[in-house]
Every structure is written in structure tokens, then in C-alpha cells.
Antibody
Framework: QVQLQESGPGLVKPSETLSLTCSVS????????WSWIRQPPGKGLEWIGY???????NYNPSLKSRVTISVDTSSNQFSLKLTSVTAADTAVYYC???????????????????WGQGTLVTVSS | DIQLTQSPSSLSASVGDRVTITCQAS??????LNWYQQKPGKAPNLLIS???NLETGVPSRFSGSGSGTDFTFTISSLQPEDIATYYC?????????FGQGTKVEIK
């Protein structure tokens, strides 16, 4: 059974870079997309982006200028970097697995079927 | 971006009641809509995919329907363990987006 676990600093200073890693255990990263989603305290869910195991990436345009998602299949990990953070980036950050769905000759991710437990990152000086 | 509007934002119902949540998309998304349950302090859990496909292990009292712009999520008989916030999510277009959530409480 695949399990995901986020790790990284829980406190980041304004203007600095938020860095998180998601470790994947109990399964292969092959043929899946791997995603980051965040949830500010008491608010709803925001998709940050995802990366295919082979490296193809899609980002949310609202964050694209500040976000980098990378994958290391040899270590069974993928990572998130968010630059120039502000208090508005304070949130619980989740990593999630996304199966590939294909239709009409195109393929993309469809559901967030396995989630990490989430990690709270607070942006504060 | 495709906006998903859930209604209501919150509801209170009795154990055994039928509960219905709607999700309206700002443009047609065929059947590319999922429903998640999130309990306090926990990650969301996928209940229904592609508008109406019940995920393995999910109780049959949960169901989903709809296509295009209008979708419905139903709990046929509310149980105490169903207390949670429910979210719809579309994967028809990037960026993927979620509804604002519907908080379900017991009366």
C-alpha cells in the first residue's frame, strides 16, 4: 500500500524559499503524476502543480513564477520549492499521487487518490 | 480558471437523513469531477471519481451524479462518522480547481 510523507521546515521567513519533500513508500513512482496541494488554515484546497514520473510538469498559473516541482525516482521522492514567500503562503501542504488518465489521444492526471498527512508551514519572521 | 460553486456552504442534518450537495462549474467539464471527504485535521479522502464512480471501500450510501456543469453528491442516510467537509474538484482543465467546500454537521 502506497504511503506518502511530507517533510521540511515548519517555519519559513518572509521572502525566503519554502522547500518540502514527499517520500513515497510501498510502491513505484512509475506511470503516475505526483502533486502538491495546499490548504490555508480554515480555508479550502488549492492545487499547486504536478509532475509526471518522467518529468513533464504542470503548474497552477497563480503560482507558476515562484514554484518548482522536481522528482527523483531513484530516491522515491519528489519536491516542492516556493520562492519569495509571504504570510499568504502559510498553509498545510499536502503531497498526493495522481493516476494517469487518457482520452482522445491525450493523457493527464485525474484524481488525487493517495495523500500524505500534510505538513503545516508557517511564514513568519 | 474553472470556478466550482458548492451549495450549501454548510448544513446540519439528523442521523439517517438524506443529504445532497451540489457543485456547479463555470463551464462544461463533461464528467471530469471528483468528490472528497475531509475530516478535521486529516487529509482529504477520495470518495467518488468521474462524477459517479464510487471508489473501492467507500460505503454505498455515498453517490454522485451529473455531467456538464451541474453535479450532485448524495449521502443517502447520514451517519455520525460522515461529519466532515466535502469538496468537489475538476480535472477537465488546468489549473485543477476545488469547490469551496460544504461542512456537514449533525443536528
Amino acid at each position: 500500500q502506497v504511503q506518502l510523507q511530507e517533510s521540511g521546515p515548519g517555519l519559513v521567513k518572509p521572502s525566503e524559499t519554502l522547500s518540502l519533500t514527499c517520500s513515497v513508500s510501498g510502491g513505484s513512482m512509475t506511470s503516475y503524476y505526483w502533486s502538491w496541494i495546499r490548504q490555508p488554515p480554515g480555508k479550502g484546497l488549492e492545487w499547486i502543480g504536478y509532475i509526471y514520473y518522467s518529468g513533464a510538469i504542470n503548474y497552477n498559473p497563480s503560482l507558476k513564477s515562484r514554484v518548482t516541482i522536481s522528482v527523483d525516482t531513484s530516491s522515491n521522492q519528489f519536491s516542492l520549492k516556493l520562492t519569495s514567500v509571504t504570510a499568504a503562503d502559510t498553509a498545510v501542504y499536502y503531497c498526493a499521487r495522481v493516476p494517469k488518465y487518457c482520452s482522445g489521444g491525450s493523457c493527464w492526471g485525474n484524481v488525487f487518490d493517495v495523500w500524505g498527512q500534510g505538513t503545516l508551514v508557517t511564514v513568519s519572521s | 480558471d474553472i470556478q466550482l460553486t458548492q451549495s450549501p456552504s454548510s448544513l446540519s442534518a439528523s442521523v439517517g437523513d438524506r443529504v445532497t450537495i451540489t457543485c456547479q462549474a463555470s463551464q462544461g467539464i463533461t464528467k471530469y469531477l471528483n468528490w472528497y471527504q475531509q475530516k478535521p485535521g486529516k487529509a482529504p479522502n477520495l470518495l467518488i471519481s468521474a462524477a459517479s464512480n464510487l471508489e473501492t471501500g467507500v460505503p454505498s450510501r455515498f453517490s454522485g451524479s451529473g455531467s456538464g456543469t451541474d453535479f450532485t453528491f448524495t449521502i443517502s442516510s447520514l451517519q455520525p462518522e460522515d461529519i466532515a467537509t466535502y469538496y468537489c474538484q475538476q480535472y477537465d482543465n488546468f489549473p485543477y480547481t476545488f469547490g469551496q467546500g460544504t461542512k456537514v454537521e449533525i443536528k
